[in-house]
């Protein structure tokens, strides 16, 4: 989950407090995929996936932006990356009922991306899924396993997300019925600003947030709320497919705690890597290890499958 203050800076991060982070540049383009319930929009580095295609699916109110820093990096190391917004997320549509918003249906669209992105680029296929990405992302390996040569968790869970965070979630509900999007933006743009730490925030990329977040669908905000605080433990499912699995997080993540993740990560017989100087978005608070971390991993799946 990215709130639109951006992320907590309590720890000291690898990258200067006047980078852009989500405003990178990155060189690639905007484009759409065809969801089960309307078009997904993407940016998408395009190239001849030497090796292989990464798939990047964002978290709760984020988009596919929060992997910005990543995409031409990956894409110069020889990936194709395509990052992604969810329905309802930024610059993709939702429909209006949060019914659509489960895991199960979101999952199913990162599916429908899979299956195009491997018509058109073949294997091997590298999924991660951000926070709440990584519960959607989850259910799509778990529908259909050998769309994938390896998965990873990025900042995400074994089951529903408890909590500071979650006690956050539980006033959405009424924040949306009495004002709606942007009351609930206002409210936690509040929050977020008595905090020094947000205040040192670029202006430009708190713009950034500010825009993404008023573009949210208030049913996706409900939906993927409600989602998010009902999810079953499904490890023993996620391990049982034989995929290789990464786990990796930032060491202060305030999301789903380390020990958590590392917890998770055993169960799971996953690599777990924890990446230093990064709170809950590791691929904009140290881009530079996550990519290590990354390009590791997947070199290793690939020479496996």
Known sequence: MV?????????????????????????????????????????????EAVRGTALLVAGYTGSKEDFAPLLAPLAEA????????????????GPDDPAAYSVTELGLDVVAVAR????????????????????VTRA????????????????????KLGGRRAELLDH???LLDAGGVPLVHQTLEQVAMTDPKAQA???PTREFYSRRFLRN??????????????????????????????????????????HVQADMAERLGARHEVINNSIHSPAVENPT????????????ASARS
């Open 3 to 47: 709130l639109p203050g951006g992320p907590d800076f309590s720890v000291s991060l690898a990258i200067a407090p006047d980078d852009l982070r989500q405003l990178a540049d990155h060189g690639a383009t905007h484009r759409t995929f065809p969801g089960r319930a309307g078009p997904l929009t993407a940016l998408d580095t395009g190239g």
């Open 78 to 93: 020889g990936y194709r990356v395509v990052a992604l917004d969810q329905r309802g997320q930024y610059e993709s549509p």
């Open 116 to 135: 195009v992105l491997r018509e058109e680029s073949g294997e091997p296929l590298h999924l991660l899924g951000h926070s709440f990405g990584g519960l």
């Open 140 to 159: 799509a390996v778990l529908a259909e396993p050998t769309l994938f040569t390896s998965f990873t968790l990025l900042g995400s869970g074994p089951s």
């Open 172 to 174: 959405l509900g009424p």
């Open 201 to 203: 925030v670029p202006a």
């Open 217 to 258: 669908s208030a049913a996706g905000l409900r939906g993927m709320a409600d989602a998010m605080l009902d999810e079953p433990d499904r490890v023993a499912e996620l391990a049982a497919t034989g995929l290789p699995l990464l786990v990796a997080h930032g060491e202060a993540d305030d999301a789903w705690l380390p």
């Open 289 to 300: 290890r996550t990519l290590e971390v990354l390009l590791d991993f997947w070199a290793d």
